[in-house]
């Protein structure tokens, strides 16, 4: 299995509504990131997990909260979002965290923010 | 501050032509990655490189390490090739990417 799977697909919420945003990655993976992309720009940094500890937090605003519950899972927690946060929210994995790795992204997750 | 830049920006070919996609990189970065982006979103990883060259089916991708350039070239291009290519450069002293600002591809039938 050399898939990253997000759920949901799209999102539309409001701007005083929780909502998470899942990923799931069965390769073995010991590092996994979240990534932000705004249309036609790259994806940015949001968070990097390396064995299940949060190695980097890229200055997010602390309405993103990322958990990692296991080796394999990893959440991203929406709460009071703003219009601007509308984008589409990638997850990606890797063997573990260095710049020579391949990266396997997942489709995404299309977010709205109303 | 690491940095990643990428030529052209758009690029319109036809049916069969072959294309070559640029990237230069600053110094800090020592493994290139090549992703490409199909409308609606996911990004696959097509090549990480560090030195030489590597094939896969159409696509090649080469990187020249002393003069910090990296290209992406596709033979015999097919409309299906169309999407946004992404060049990311990897840390040296760290992991994180710096990516490219992509290159929109369309193949035209």
């Known amino acids: 299995d050399t898939e990253v799977t997000q759920t949901p697909k799209h999102l539309v919420m409001g701007m005083t509504n929780k909502k998470s945003l899942k990923c799931e990655q069965h390769?073995?993976?010991?590092?996994m990131y979240w990534y932000k992309q705004k249309a036609k720009k790259p994806p940015e940094l949001m968070f990097v997990?390396?064995?299940?500890?949060?190695?980097i937090n890229e200055s997010v605003p602390s309405r993103f909260s990322p958990e990692c519950p296991n080796s394999s899972l990893l959440n991203l927690h929406l709460h009071a979002l703003q219009p601007e946060d509308s984008a589409l929210y990638l997850c990606a994995s890797s063997q573990v965290w260095l710049s020579y790795n391949e990266q396997f992204f997942g489709p995404g997750t299309r977010l709205t923010v109303l | 501050k690491n940095e990643v830049e990428q030529s052209p920006q758009n690029l319109t070919a036809q049916e069969g032509e072959f294309i070559t996609i640029n990237c230069s990189y600053s110094?800090?970065?020592?493994?290139l990655h090549w992703l490409q982006q199909h409308p609606g979103g996911g990004i696959v990883s097509l090549f990480m490189?560090?030195?030489g060259k590597k094939k896969h089916g159409r696509l090649i991708a080469t990187i020249n390490i002393q003069e910090k350039h990296s290209s992406l070239h596709i033979t015999a291009s097919h409309p299906r090739d169309s999407a946004v290519y992404i060049c990311a450069g990897g840390e040296t002293s760290g992991s994180r990417l710096t990516f490219g600002e992509g290159t929109q591809l369309t193949v035209n039938p």
């Open positions: 110094v800090g970065i020592s493994a």
């Open positions: 390769m073995g993976h010991r590092a």
């Open positions: 490189l560090s030195s």
């Open positions: 997990y390396s064995y299940e500890k949060l190695s």
